[in-house]
């Protein structure tokens, strides 16, 4: 697993991460989420070695990152700017992969050539900007690591590639219990893919949640009063919009716990619906005056 | 549990090499051509396998050549672009995220890609010199001390110029920031005591040429250039056909463990080099100043290099001109090197931020610069060390370079040993600082004043040539006037025309000691012939030459040369001849046997004063009715006449002034007065 703690990191005095604390549990699929700005590439480039912190540990199965080359050799990161050198094609940072990375399986990396199609002679350069993403989950999926750490991966990939692409993470972390860090701005983006999901804001964790955990404390109900009659004042509603008579309320708390509470006034008619986790983030910190609106537009 | 790292890590490596072949396979083929020329001429001359051209010593020397005077500068200038090609990944943000995110520690990038480096130093070394040995082992076969120390002397000297560029690779984060940071770091010694002297001759009077490269060490290209060398020792044997000839017995790279010391010195840079990698934070790619602390360093430095240079040049241009003294006011000085100074800390904070938004909050910066800038002005003008009054005690000179040149052109260059012309030296020198007031006048505060400018230029030595020594320059106004009454100048006209400097200066480079000299002959120029109306050259046999030669050391003897330095115009062309003599000389140096007899001449200009030589010229029947030696005035007055203007003076255009004891014209010695005269005499 992945363990952040009360983590500081600091660019000529400005805190981009202020200390941040989360997990990434074995085996998950973690989505970072949080507005441009938040450190969530600053997070990143500190868990995979490229800065230090300032305060705070990380730590990959125990393990402090930092210089440790045993651990990042288990270890592939996909950066928002992946860099190839300006003359290499695929072939020839495969082979540099390859040399660094004890786990890179050839195998691996002929299969995905065939999911890929693109011609592995042809310098990277001159690839566009979504086949040289493409090419970087190619080699880094060759690499075998036990820990993938993406940075805004799918950016310029088109939606049947981002498919592609995910279904070979997912393949992963299902078949060999891979460990995915994934970072993006877009909520919806991670929302068919994540387990788990931490919102960053101005380098902080504002919140970290499982999926399940988020479903189970959060409910959407539609719900028709007696008479037509408005939301009772003394109801603990997040939100509350109506249609005519059905009103629409967002609650934290279980789906069986608000119907209880409903029930004391006696509602023509109560159903629970589906809370997507968009809304889920749009009321958990909504009323917080956070930029949620950056994550979820 | 951490595995163990590895500090070398070989699929790096091959990538560095493999992605910089064009740098190190252009420089390796680029060097290869020069023994792969030299081996067609070979075969073209057919010499290939005939007799070995040269002994293995002689193949030595050329070895030691290259690496005294060519590989210092050579590796300055290809160690950066090795440096660049190895650690220019540093000043890319992406290249710093890829490269530090790899399994691989720092320490295995930085001793994997310094070693990556060195190979891409040495392999154009390495296949210059392989195939440089394989033409010298065919021309004349290798000495193997001397190919040793060339390698090492090679190998050392790449190291301290490669570690040092590394050194600085860390110091920036941006590519063009390291290039002129390497070149600063390699300079920057010379060139700040080149500044502090160039503000010292703006105060100093006399004081032109003050650089004396006492930090030179610290500038290592320019160091290893001026004490690196060749030494040679020949010995004369007879060969069977009975020939001397000069045989090589040993070659000796001259202070070759400088070498040593500077490869040292880049072991510690390289440890540096590595403490710096150890605290840069990946995200200064692209910084031009990656450490910290460096900052303020690199701000303040140079803005203080501005105030200096762009001081110096703002005064030039707008205060220089209203000075009425050569030397330059201390106020206005210290006002342009405040503004400088302020500019370059600007131009410092921008380059530093990377933006041109540096104003708001910096007026205690400002301050400061201004402030220091104008303090060191105000010290430099102080002269707290003396320097513009400093003379040496005698017994400090071990030989003094005197040069003047007097007010037409005409002029002194010996060197001098004996103490008791060193005196004479000292005691003009001293003269000249006691009338400072007098003489350091600019042309706007010598207006109103008839001058011709004299010029003095004396440098002490402590020992041979190329020890320490000392220079000081003089610009001396003269006129008839400033002669009359200057004590210095009348000392320097005496001090010109003294026999034994006069002597130095006309005979010292064809006799002296070490040097095994034959007159071999002559000619005398500019006769001028009546008849033809043409000048004509006549060639002297080597009686002639001898009785010349002699009879110019008798003049030499009298004083009569060195007389007419001084002479303003009109005495000039009366005194001065437009012919004069060149002797011709046979001179071997004892020292290099082996370079043989070369050829000097000796180049006189005579004048009326010259009365020895021109009677020998009468006597020898060089100068007749038919061949005439003309004074600058009657040349004027012949071609005057051939225009039709007649000639008002009184002497006949056809006969030579009068050569005995009666100088001519008489009044030509006036203005220095009685007192030179017999400084003269004495």
Known sequence: ?297 | MRSKTSYFNPTLFKKNLARFWPLWGGASFLGALFPLAFLTILIRENVLFGEPMSDPLGVTAGYYQIVAWIIPTLSLLYAALCALATWGWLYNPRSVGMYHSLPVTRKGIFVTDFLSGMAMMLLPYAVTGGLAILVSAIVGGLEPVGLAVTILAVAGQSFFFFASATAVVFVTGNPFAFAALYFIFHFIAAGAEWLVTRLMTMFYFGVERSYQGVIEFLSPTMYLTRKLNVDTEYTQILNPEGWEQAILESVTLVNGWLIAVYALTGAVLLAAAWALYRRRRSESAGDVVAVGWMKPVFRYGFALCAACTGGMALYNVFFAGYETTRTASPVPLALCMAAAGVIGYYIASMLLSKSLRVFRGSWKGVLATALASAALCAAVALDPLSVESWTPRPEEVESVLLIVNGVNGRGVNTRLTDPALIQNILDVHQAVLAEREDLNKSWRGLEGEDVSVAYLDVTYYEGEIGSPHTSRMYNLPCSRERMERSQALQKLVALAANPAIQEANIFGHVYRENLETRLTGGYADRLYNPETKEMEQLDLTLEQAKALEAAVRRDVAAGHFGRTLFLLDDLYNQAICTGGLELYYSVTDLDRPQVGPHSQTVSLSLSAYCTETLKALEDLGIVNGSRRLLTYAEQSALESEEEGVPFEGDYDPYSFPDSGSVVYPADAYVYPGEAVDAALLH
């Open chain 1, 1 to 297: 697993m992945i363990q952040v703690t009360n983590t500081v990191k600091r660019f000529d005095g400005f805190a981009a991460l202020d200390g941040v604390s989360l997990s990434v549990p074995a085996g998950s699929v973690y989505g970072l989420v949080g507005p441009n700005g938040a450190g969530k590439s600053t997070l990143i480039r500190c868990l995979t070695g490229i800065y230090r912190q300032d305060e705070g540990e990380l730590a990959i199965d125990g393990q402090s990152v930092w210089e440790n080359e045993a651990l990042k050799s288990r270890v592939a990161a996909i950066a928002d700017d992946w860099y190839y050198f300006p003359q290499a094609t695929i072939r020839d940072m495969c082979r540099f992969y390859r040399g660094f990375y004890p786990s890179f399986s050839m195998e691996r990396y002929e299969k995905c050539k065939e999911v890929f199609q693109i011609d592995e002679k042809r310098p990277l350069r001159r690839l566009s900007k979504g086949m040289q993403k493409q090419a970087a989950f190619w080699l880094t999926l060759s690499a075998m690591p036990d820990y993938l750490v993406l940075d805004e991966p799918v950016d310029g990939l088109d939606p049947v590639m981002r498919r592609q692409v995910w279904s070979l993470v997912l393949g992963d972390v299902a078949q060999r219990g891979t460990t995915v860090l994934v970072s993006s701005h877009n909520l919806r983006e991670l929302e068919d893919v994540c387990d788990h999901v931490g919102i960053l804001d101005h380098g902080k964790v504002l919140l970290e949640r499982s999926l399940a955990q988020l479903q189970d404390n959060m409910v959407k109900l539609q719900v028709v009063f007696q008479d037509g009659g408005d939301v009772p004042e003394d109801l603990e509603v997040l939100h509350a919009s109506h249609v005519g008579r059905i009103h629409t309320l967002i609650m934290r708390m279980s789906a069986e716990e608000a119907t209880n509470r409903l029930a004391v006034y006696k509602p023509m008619l109560v159903d629970a619906v589906p809370l997507t986790l968009e809304e889920i983030f749009i009321y958990e910190l909504g009323g917080a005056d956070y930029a949620v609106k950056d994550i979820v537009l």
